[in-house]
């Protein structure tokens, strides 16, 4: 036995009980009362403590090429501030180029984060291209241990209506599952230039650019298309009230609909726009109203919000300014892989969900939908010792000071947090302690996903 934590609340996603873990070669050997430690077995004493599986952050875009740059957190510096966070894994998305095989685009940029990454990470795969028989690639894709793919409504390499629908119906037949960032391209590009040509140009446009009804068309779309098709769907970064209610409505009615949310959604409103350094808080889809936040809460209670994630994709202050006169020269995205599981542990220990309920969403879901349980999201024998020990009294504000990242500013800086994880090991080593990363680069393993045949919107 290498390693003892004892004497803590194990809170996993269906249980809360005292009791001690034994992790031995990076896994967890036992968990129960008592257990005695052997001659060099290092003992931990995690008494007043939660020990919780780390977090699974589902949606992440490192070292990623976007709005005319590249998204500032390598892999190395993403999973670094990720295992601060208490999150052990990653899913990183991997963009297909045109005309590139699809296990290609992963292998290539595996070649990239296998070297950096400091904890565990998995892909998806965004697809742009399904042309000739590069669709057959999924197949492929799946059986190399990457059965997720995203497509994009918008963006320049956005997929036309027709690609998704092609690949929502593929995906059916390998047990593959497809993601959507749901967004009415149309009116966003409508949006922008009528704004730009009226001389609107502050951040706030990029809010009244992609509104509420923009992201809640193309969900509905998107709910429609898998649900004529009975293939399951998993949405990403869900901010909108109507949004919501179309995916209640859809697993009401027994389909296969999933929604991610994140949680700048769930703590700012388009308030945020309003602010002097509103072209920080940019990215895409932004942060609506208050009763669209409200909506979210509401779903995460309900349980029609299945996982909970970053897009963590951070640009530097300076790249953040191209766009202090034209908000459509912001490069979109924000960071928040550090603050994921300690803002929701928070919002529990606040008492507005369970700590249960935390573990769900940013953990165990994550790996049951992506197909890496019980390896991954779970604190049961066999599985990999990643473990985050969290200090309920410990009161925490956010400064960029404190974070682990790349990015030189954070959005979430001043937000006080109650309780804060205090240690995180990923497969049994330390590699977070009290504010400090003890991590090593190229540490981090590849984690190879099993084909979920989803047919119903329990997991
Ligand atoms: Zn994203």
């Given amino acids: 036995?290498?390693?003892?934590?004892?004497?803590?609340?194990?809170?996993?996603?269906?249980?809360?009980?005292?009791?001690?873990?034994?992790?031995?070669?990076?896994?967890?050997?036992?968990?129960?009362?008592?257990?005695?430690?052997?001659?060099?077995?290092?003992?931990?004493?995690?008494?007043?403590?939660?020990?919780?599986?780390?977090?699974?952050?589902?949606?992440?875009?490192?070292?990623?090429?976007?709005?005319?740059?590249?998204?500032s957190d390598d892999y190395e510096a993403g999973t670094r501030a990720a295992a601060c966070g208490g999150t052990t894994t990653v899913f990183d998305f991997v963009l297909q180029d045109f005309g590139e095989n699809l296990v290609d685009a992963v292998k290539r940029r595996q070649a990239i984060c296998d070297p950096q990454a400091v904890v565990d990470y998995a892909f998806h795969t965004g697809i742009k291209d399904v042309s000739g028989n590069l669709i057959d690639g999924i197949a492929e894709s799946v059986e190399y241990g990457v059965p997720s793919f995203k497509v994009f409504m918008v963006y320049d390499f956005g997929v036309t209506d027709g690609t998704f629908y092609k690949v929502l119906q593929k995906s059916k037949e390998y047990g593959a599952l497809i993601e959507v960032h749901a967004e009415n391209n149309e009116m966003v590009n409508m949006f922008t230039k009528q704004f730009l040509e009226e001389g609107k140009t502050s951040a706030w446009y990029h809010y009244m650019s992609r509104p509420e009804f923009v992201e809640a068309e193309a969900d509905v779309r998107a709910i429609q298309w898998a649900k004529s098709l009975n293939a399951p769907l998993y949405i990403v970064h869900l901010a909108n009230a109507q949004g919501m209610a179309a995916v209640t409505k859809a697993r009401d009615e027994g389909y296969p609909i999933f929604a991610e949310t994140c949680p700048q959604y769930l703590y700012f409103t388009n308030e945020v726009y309003?602010?002097?350094?509103?072209?920080?808080?940019?990215?895409?889809?932004?942060?609506?109203?208050?009763?669209?936040?409200?909506?979210?809460?509401?779903?995460i209670k309900r349980g029609d919000i299945t996982t909970v994630a970053t897009d963590h994709c951070p640009f530097q202050s300076y790249e953040k300014d191209?766009?202090?006169?034209?908000?459509?020269?912001?490069?979109?995205?924000?960071?928040?892989?550090e603050n994921m599981y300690p803002y929701m542990l928070s919002e529990a220990n606040k008492g507005r969900i369970s700590f249960n309920k935390v573990v769900e969403l940013c953990s165990t879901n994550v790996a049951k939908i992506f197909g890496c349980a019980p390896q991954k999201g779970m604190l049961v024998p066999g599985a990999d010792a990643d473990i985050v020990i969290y200090d309920p009294d410990k009161e925490f504000t956010i400064t960029q000071d404190a974070m682990h990242s790349n990015?030189?500013?954070?959005?979430?800086?001043?937000?006080?947090?109650?309780?804060?994880?205090?240690?995180?090991?990923?497969?049994g080593n330390l590699v977070y302690k009290d504010g400090e990363f003890l991590g090593k680069k190229g540490s981090g393993k590849f984690v190879k996903c099993k084909p979920i045949k989803l047919t119903s919107p329990s997991l």
């Avoid at 050997?29 to 060099?40: L, S």
């Avoid at 920080?280 to 942060?287: I, Q």
């Avoid at 191209?322 to 892989?337: E, H, L, R, V």
């Fill in 1 to 71: 036995m290498d390693l003892l934590i004892k004497n803590g609340t194990i809170v996993t996603a269906d249980s809360t009980i005292k009791a001690d873990i034994a992790v031995t070669d990076g896994k967890i050997m036992a968990i129960g009362q008592n257990i005695k430690a052997e001659n060099n077995t290092e003992v931990v004493d995690a008494n007043g403590k939660l020990v919780l599986p780390g977090a699974i952050d589902a949606h992440t875009h490192l070292a990623m090429p976007f709005g005319g740059t590249i998204s």
């Fill in 274 to 299: 309003k602010r002097e350094d509103g072209r920080n808080f940019v990215c895409s889809p932004p942060m609506k109203g208050q009763e669209s936040q409200d909506a979210l809460w509401e779903g």
């Fill in 322 to 337: 191209w766009g202090k006169d034209d908000f459509s020269k912001i490069p979109n995205g924000c960071a928040g892989i």
């Fill in 407 to 427: 990015s030189d500013h954070t959005i979430w800086e001043g937000a006080k947090l109650n309780g804060y994880p205090i240690a995180t090991y990923s497969r």
